[in-house]
């Protein structure tokens, strides 16, 4: 179960959406976060490794070196 506040404005849209269709508006938020989350998760991890990278914690491989490691380069 999930509770939520929108702006009255993002309310209104999603009002809108749910009348002129004929779904309801919790299917429109669970389509909206199924839709991003993927998204949202990939942005936090790349985040995390960028900390690790400028702290030193991790390393990075340049594309070129990538590229002959699995016969891609030219």
């Known amino acids: 179960m999930l509770a939520l506040r929108l702006p009255p404005d993002v309310e209104q849209r999603l009002e809108a959406l749910a009348k002129a269709t004929g779904r309801t508006k919790t299917y429109y938020a ?8 993927d998204d949202l998760e990939d942005l936090y991890l790349a985040e995390q490794e960028l900390i690790e990278i400028r702290a030193g914690r991790s390393t990075t491989i340049p594309l070129e070196e990538v590229m002959k490691q699995y016969g891609l380069a030219d």
């Open 30 to 37: 669970r389509e909206a976060i199924l839709e991003h989350l």
